[in-house]
DNA sequence: GTGAAAGCGCTAACAC
DNA sequence: GTGTTAGCGCTTTCAC
């Protein structure tokens, strides 16, 4: 820790409630009842209350008031990333919401699942006096966190899994990736093959919802193909796919991988969807937008960040009741997915 | 603001530092020593007082912490949207950066550029007694908070064009969209459009950039086109644009935009850069697996956020010395943008 | 070096 | 309704 002379200019100086009630005559608890609404103050005293407080632009002091009340406002997310798109969007969410609940929110990044990066990640979290953690359970890092988090305060997880180990609010993508995978089977194609995105858990719900389909449907199950969250890596399994003659359809953990897996396999001269289907998952904003426009799955994660903050907030209240909330995304068809080439499948 | 009955369960009993002083058998202060080094402190006690942290587990609070020194280690950043690549770039470097400094970091987005929205966010932001605050000065809302922003703990903005309000860590993206300009003047075009995304000021520096190369070559400054931060509103203008024989050669505010542009460029059956060179501006995630590949300036937002924070620690420490740190982001030329076409141009 | 005493800015508990 | 008295968990004098 590094240490440094502080200038004590403006933040010496602060208005406080004192001066508030000094201003107005009142007691300092007085003040504190207007500013809380804890109790009734007479018309009178509360009008001048508020005059002295517009005066002075007095701003309560979030950390004393976090110290006396034990009833912090401020709600911590803890994320393995927090530029990438969904998680991006999720924090938005959970932002917009709480911000309109007079909250604030507070972030911290697990950069890996490292034992002793998370227990720091933590430590660092929970020093601050928190309402809440909320923990975005997409990625390894997320749920090393989750497992790792004392209970002292709320948790809440926002998923694409469910699990039982705290109130979570989730995108099923175990059922809305079946759903996709079988729509590649009703196009026509022999089987579905996978390009997962770095998993969360021992397997995450795109790849179980695609397995039961083709389970479900009686068809081979291929090997499953790795990527990173780079989605340049994805060009490089476009490259292998369009290599191999068994692949008509392809199912990319995300809308970013199958956009580098479409350019993997256009850059070998073949065509999508004419030659090879990709779909993707997420509805990135860009992909709509990619040639071809991308069939994929619409998940909401601002809506998932906002469902999330509400199950935090039965959680702060204590009713025991809502300990998960749930919602199953659409399948958005455009232009990457046809029926299968008959030059193709031939394994 | 909604009351609610809160459960007293974990929170109430905290583990303290008068547990651990207790432990240790030794005084509170010297607790509050071996924690922030303050004072020097004999070995057998600093030890007595470590184990006693560790079997406890110990955890400041930094509200009380920040209360008692004056010395918060809290950063807010204030931006306008979040979810946006840039932004979350940015907001990811601040964050990796403050976390190694020992700082936390908490986030208000302010939706829009009203005053009283900016108000609100301003309020919430300044009630939770900060070390300071980072602006993400990239568009109006931004602007405004920067604007009516209280100086009373350091501000630091992050920018893509110098103003002298506060300290701030800028990319030149005056100087990167001239050379861009240029670029594509180089090439052969006559003249080159512009599409704008709205603007943070009077004028973007992306387009003052554009407007000096132009007249430094004494070349026409043509109508500049319109586009939302929505990169579908990119293809409507593509599609004016393919349908307008006298545009060559196009800059887009930034990359998801030019995506936009090159869509409805050809969709309406036109290639790029065959029949118009597009460019863009950020380097975005996917430019480089657009097809076109996407020829465009690097901006490096996450070490924007990065320098920015270190501008905020000298802030901080009250170093008057460095209070501005400016970087040219460089072209990246990729293949969206060649030699004009001859049977284009003509206006 | 170390402890006792005071206080950061606020809310809670208790009288009146 | 309102003021007085106590603290929240920590850091900061200031003696020793």
Chains 1, 2 share one sequence.
Not at 9 to 29: E, K
Not at 80 to 98: F, K, P
């Amino acid at each position: 820790m590094t240490h440094i002379e502080v200038r004590n200019d403006a933040a010496a100086n602060r208005v406080t409630i004192a001066d508030v009630a000094a201003l107005a005559d009142v007691s300092v608890p007085t003040v504190s009842r207007v500013l809380t609404g804890a109790a009734k103050v007479s018309r009178v005293r509360r009008e001048r209350v508020e005059r002295a407080i517009a005066e002075l632009s007095f701003r309560p002091s979030a950390a004393a008031r976090a110290l006396a009340s034990r009833r912090p406002q401020v709600i911590a997310i803890i994320a393995g990333d927090t530029s990438q798109y969904g998680y991006a969007e999720a924090i938005r969410g959970v932002e917009e919401s709480a911000r309109a609940s007079g909250y604030t929110v507070m972030i911290t990044v697990v950069e890996s699942n490292d034992d002793a990066v998370v227990e720091k990640a933590i430590a660092a979290t929970l020093s601050q006096s928190l309402a809440g953690i909320i923990v975005l359970k997409f990625d390894p890092p997320g749920v090393a966190a989750l497992a790792q988090m004392p209970h002292e305060v709320p948790i809440v997880a926002l998923s694409g899994v469910r699990d039982t180990s705290v109130p979570q609010a989730v995108i099923d993508e175990t059922r809305a990736a079946e759903e996709l995978t079988n729509y590649l089977l009703d196009l026509g194609h022999a089987t579905v093959h996978h390009v997962r995105v770095p998993a969360s858990r021992r397997e995450d719900g795109r790849t179980t919802g695609w397995r039961r389909a083709l389970r479900t449907a009686g068809r081979d199950v291929p090997v499953i193909l790795d990527a990173t969250w780079d989605p340049h890596s994805g060009v490089a399994v476009g490259a292998g796919i369009a290599a191999s003659r068994d692949v008509t359809a392809v199912f990319c953990g995300n809308d970013e991988i199958a956009m580098g897996v479409i350019r993997g396999i256009t850059d070998a001269g073949l065509s999508v969807p004419e030659d090879i289907s990709v779909v993707g998952f997420d509805d990135h904003p860009l992909a709509a937008l990619w040639s071809p426009p991308l069939t994929t799955v619409d998940q909401d994660f601002a809506r998932l960040g906002r469902r999330g903050f509400s199950l935090m907030l039965a959680e702060i209240a204590g009713e025991a009741t809502r300990k998960y909330s749930s919602e199953r995304p659409p399948v958005v068809v455009r232009q990457s997915a046809a029926a299968p080439s008959r030059t193709r499948g031939g394994a």
